[in-house]
């Protein structure tokens, strides 16, 4: 969701007289309904109608006309399938989509009105701590959230306020807190760092730490105000995962030398839902509540959960790494009940169809719905590196243990592999142009392939990696349980014609493709702000905020 502005209407009004629509525009930003019941279409085609955008109409509209109007208008939109960029979950079973729909008007804040969708909710989070290794003899709590980055910022407050605490009983200094993570982080863990005022240690990120945290790195910027460690499983840059195990001995070393007991959370948005049922696990080492030191997971249960947009999971290994006086007990009629969340009401709606995924699919459909990603994946980057005009930086089609680029004879796996055959990771291809291919057409751009493929209706973006690495860009394909067989022969298909296509044609005519601004009305007046350029700064746009959305208030991948 982006920050949007006040739009005035009598300005665009007056910014439309300048335009060649001069008379068209008096005519259709204001004028009163006039829509038909029979033929929605009719009045739209007389062109006297406009659906009003930014005041209320003062006369509504007929509920056909209004639907068909602005399914029109959001037929703009790219297709949920072929939106390669996302790990959102864009396809459920018709029965899941059916109880969505069946209990869409129910509130998850309402326990008491709907016990046994609560009873649900409380399923879900006991089958999901079972996934992630809960131990015996200890209570594991958790909670719905809205995605991961709620979770991480439960996650997170939770260990600012534990280390608070244990800093006010030793009579020590508590206002210095902060966090470590990689520079590879999604953007929801430095927002946690600046909404929850801890300093963000954020690590450079190389290729030879894998664009991952770097064990190395973590141990030089820890001391006694770390109020935790985040490690990613399933890095959002290149589907790598990150050494939480490597990571666990450095803090468990750190303790036994200084007394400072330093916890990690894990931000496991994807792989939460990805290395429990690989073969591949998380590639041997643990990450989960085998390790002491890991007090809280999250994960998305849209991403490779397999819900629509809307859901989350946070759980702690034990109630005791919950500070007490962050749960709220809510009385309702005749009940309480205890919550630690941002959110109050939110749709419930999801969590069912988080556990009709779980019961419907089990253990063995899960795997094989993963394993079908990663072997769609290793497909999609063996044909990739097979054509000598692309390398890819994630390395999940690698053997396990090879990280580097090998001549690639065959592209197609032996019948009986699994994902334990190669490194472990996300069903993530994260593909750049290769040296070879650079040196030759060195005036091609990777955003020409981007844009290019969007011709087509593929959504694939092209990013920096993280900062310190920016000046590799990465072309991103997320394999999720939608991308079929047919569809990923298609896309191999077309990425080769593409490039083919680029090599073969002019570089000037390709040039227009850059000019990729918006100039609606709506994006012209949402919040632009100024750059951090030393010389706008005194500039009369100075006062205007002072990071462009625009270009990505912090550049970041999601
Ligand atoms: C997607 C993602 C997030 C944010 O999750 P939402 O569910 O979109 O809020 C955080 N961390 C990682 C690693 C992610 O991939």
Not at 133 to 138: I, P, T
Not at 304 to 311: D, E, I, R, S, W
Not at 467 to 491: A, C, G, Q, Y
Not at 501 to 506: A, E, F, Q, T
């Amino acid at each position: 969701m982006s920050l949007a502005r006040h739009v005035d209407p009598d300005a665009i009004i007056r910014g439309l007289h300048d335009l060649h629509m001069k008379e068209a525009s008096q005519k259709h930003v204001h004028t009163k309904g006039g829509t038909s019941h029979i033929t929605p279409y009719s009045t739209r085609y007389a062109s006297k109608q406009d659906i009003s955008k930014f005041e209320i109409p003062q006369d509504g509209a007929p509920a056909d006309t209004v639907h068909q109007i602005l399914k029109d208008e959001l037929d703009l939109d790219g297709r949920p399938n072929l939106n390669l960029a996302s790990f959102v979950g864009t396809y459920m079973e018709t029965q899941a989509e059916q109880l969505i729909f069946e209990n869409i008007s129910k509130n998850l804040a309402d326990s008491d009105e709907y016990p046994a969708m609560m009873q649900i909710h409380a399923r879900c989070v006991s089958i999901i701590a079972n996934l992630w290794g809960v131990q015996k003899g200890e209570k594991a709590v958790g909670s719905a959230t809205t995605g991961s980055s709620e979770a991480i910022h439960l996650g997170g407050l939770a260990m600012k306020r534990r280390w608070q605490e244990k800093r006010m009983k030793d009579g020590k200094d508590t206002s210095k807190p902060n966090i470590i993570m990689g520079a590879n982080a999604q953007v929801a863990l430095e927002k946690f760092a600046r909404y929850f005022e801890v300093e963000a240690r954020i690590l450079p990120v190389s290729e030879s730490s894998q664009f991952r945290l770097d064990p190395e790195l973590v141990k030089k910027n820890i001391d006694e105000n770390t109020i935790g460690v985040f490690v990613i499983m399933g890095s959002t840059y290149t589907g790598h995962y990150e050494p939480v195990e490597e990571i666990s001995m450095i803090l468990d070393e750190f303790e036994t030398k200084t007394g400072h007991d330093i916890p990690i959370h894990v931000d496991a948005a994807s792989g939460g839902f990805v290395a429990p049922f690989t073969y591949a696990q998380a590639g041997g080492p643990k990450w989960n509540f085998e390790l002491p030191r890991v007090k809280s997971i999250n994960t998305s249960g849209h991403k490779f959960g397999l819900v629509y947009a809307g859901v989350g999971w946070i759980i702690w290994r034990d109630e005791s790494y919950l500070p007490k006086h962050l749960i709220f007990e809510l009385h309702y009629l005749g009940g309480t009940e205890e919550s630690y969340t941002l959110n109050f009401s939110r749709p419930g709606a999801q969590i069912i169809g988080q556990y009709y995924n779980l019961i419907h699919l089990g253990f063995k459909g899960y795997r094989s719905i993963m394993e079908n990603c990663m072997s769609n994946a290793r497909l999609l980057s063996k044909s990739l590196e097979a054509t000598g005009w692309y390398t890819c930086v994630s390395d999940i089609h690698r053997k396990k243990g090879e990280h580097k680029l090998l001549n690639i004879k065959e592209v197609f796996g032996r019948e009986d592999e699994t994902s334990a055959d190669y490194n472990a990771g996300l069903p993530v291809v994260a593909f750049r142009f290769s040296d070879e291919f650079k040196k030759e057409f060195p005036h091609l751009t990777q955003d020409t392939i981007s844009n290019l493929l969007r011709a087509k209706q593929y959504i694939i973006p092209n990013y920096p990696l993280p900062p310190n690495e920016e000046k590799t860009e990465i072309l991103r394909v997320v394999v999720r349980e939608s991308m079929s067989f047919d569809l990923l022969d298609r896309l191999i298909t077309d990425i080769c014609q593409t490039t083919q296509n680029l090599i073969d044609s002019n570089a000037q005519d390709l040039s227009i493709l850059h000019l990729n601004k918006d100039t609606s009305a709506e994006k012209a007046h949402s919040t632009t702000g100024t750059s951090r350029d030393a010389k706008d700064a005194k500039s009369s746009h100075a006062k205007r905020g002072r990071h462009p959305l625009t270009k990505g208030v912090h550049r970041t991948v999601c």
